[in-house]
């Protein structure tokens, strides 16, 4: 449980008290809580256990925990460029724990010791400028300073050096009043990985616990992101690429990076993709199975719509009667190995995730560019915008450009669970067309006879209900339902 105290009147204080849980219920260990009073625009970050914050009008102050056994002062200097020192006072020889975390949590080195009781000076050099936190654990408790690398030094490391360090506790990130909107997100740092809780914020005005929700870990495979696919509250969990086949090896597998395409514009793929080994641009059902259609393979490309039929008949959908026309029932090597964890959504769902989902931020998708890859981007249920500012979110008749998002950014933001459905073009026959100005995803579900649902995008529309021949190749991105 992490504790911020929010002094609002000299003898009055307000006390947020901070657990976590599982959507699914059941309370579980966190890293660290970030702080952010949205109303005039600080943020500082708690590490478990002993951190806490004092609020005051007008000032804020970060202090520790009292009557332990040993206390820890802030860096100096703090901004810093590769190397400070943060001063660390013992009353009694104890075991130390010295750790590095990043602003999420996630150990960046660690080192144990024995010291004699009296004053040590910790020096902490740091790779990679941001913010960080340097944590001391003892038998008695621990503590946390907070640090802030302006540079690029060469290595993570901290280690005890008699060098003198300048005693400097506490800091003063911002302003507060009583009825500042408030913003709270937990972390968890597990064999490597960093979780995200969902978002809380809200104005601060009384004493309370506060209980943040971690999302059920994603499956191998998955991008930790849930959506709401239907009005019974189902979710899922997106693919973390386009689904691909390897024709040398029979490999099915996802794509590295969610802007990855494999088929080039104005390529001729040759027929049955003679001329390449990777499909990414599949017939409607052609899962590989044989499950009564002609044209089962994904590699086939034929432009006769009556060879792919799920199962052989015009009226079933893909997860009919044994599944095997759907392209989630294959083991994906990348995604858990296992037949049948994978499934295409049907256009009911494709539709509830663009135009239905009920959203904290109430944003559902956004035209974007990521990189020089145009798209559509997906948000999850638990997006929240201030992670990422987006132009025009939920509207269809706008421009890719609008939204324009670096690599770099992306990165940030992907953590956050958000889908990007990179506009692909499609395969007519062996010609690829439209690479970058258009994208379309099967559904599972068909149309009539000659046709199936799907969703396209193009440069100034986009439509979760299409339908189109299902003898073109068209993209495929898969989920896994969350249990």
């Not at 959908?317 to 989630?328: F, H, K, N, V, Y």
Request: negative net charge; contains cysteine.
């Amino acid at each position: 449980m992490l504790l911020i105290a929010l002094s609002v009147q000299a003898q009055e204080t307000v006390t947020v008290k901070f657990t976590a849980a599982k959507e699914t219920g059941g309370y579980i260990p966190f890293t660290s809580v970030m702080v952010t009073d949205l109303t005039h625009g600080w943020m500082t970050t708690l590490n478990y256990p002993d951190t806490i914050l004092v609020l005051s009008q007008p000032h804020v102050g970060v202090g520790e925990w009292q009557g332990r056994n040993f206390n820890m002062g802030s860096a100096f200097p703090n901004p810093f460029k590769d190397v400070t020192c943060v001063p660390l006072e013992l009353s009694e020889a104890s075991e130390v724990t010295l750790q590095m975390l990043s602003a999420d949590g996630k150990v960046l080195t660690a080192r144990d010791m024995h010291l004699d009781s009296g004053i040590h000076h910790v020096m902490v050099r740091l790779s990679t400028p941001g913010m960080a936190f340097l944590r001391a654990v003892t038998p008695q408790g621990s503590s946390v300073a907070r640090l802030v690398n302006m540079g690029n030094g060469d290595v993570d490391d901290v280690s005890v050096t008699s060098r003198d360090c300048v005693l400097e506790r506490g800091e003063n990130p911002g302003v507060f009043e009583p009825g500042d909107l408030m913003r709270y997100e937990a972390f968890r740092s597990v064999g490597g990985t960093t979780f995200h809780s969902t978002v809380v914020e809200q104005t601060q005005y009384m004493s309370e616990t506060v209980t943040l929700l971690f999302p059920v870990e994603a499956p191998e495979g998955a991008i930790d992101g849930l959506f709401t696919i239907n009005d019974n509250g189902g979710k899922a969990y997106f693919s973390k690429g386009n689904l691909q086949y390897d024709k040398n090896t029979g490999v099915w597998s996802f794509m590295e990076h969610q802007y990855d395409m494999v088929e080039a514009l104005g390529q001729n793929v040759g027929e049955d993709y003679a001329d390449q080994d990777i499909v990414s641009l599949f017939g409607w059902s052609t899962s590989g199975y044989n499950h009564g259609a002609n044209s089962f393979q994904p590699w086939n490309t034929s432009l006769s719509y009556s060879n792919y039929h799920a199962y052989g008949n015009h009226q079933f959908d893909l997860e009919d009667q044994t599944g095997q026309a759907d392209w989630g029932y294959n083991a994906i090597a990348n995604g858990g190995n296992t037949e049948h964890l994978w499934r295409t959504l049907t256009t009911e769902e494709w539709n509830y995730i663009f135009e239905t989902r009920t959203t904290p931020s109430g944003i559902r998708f956004a035209k974007a560019r990521v990189g020089d890859v145009n798209g559509v981007i997906l948000l999850p249920d638990d997006w929240s915008g201030s992670y990422f500012n987006l132009n025009f979110p939920n509207t269809t008749n706008v421009y890719y450009e609008n939204n324009l998002i670096s690599l770099e950014q992306w990165a940030e933001i992907e953590q956050y669970g958000v889908v990007f459905l990179p506009a692909a073009g499609y395969r007519l026959g062996t010609e690829v067309l439209n690479t970058g100005s258009s994208g379309h995803y099967w559904s599972s579900s068909h149309y009539y006879e000659y046709r199936a649902n799907c969703v396209s995008i193009f440069d100034s529309g986009l439509y979760p209900q299409a339908v189109d021949f299902i003898f073109n190749g068209f993209s495929v991105r898969l989920v896994q339902v969350a249990h």
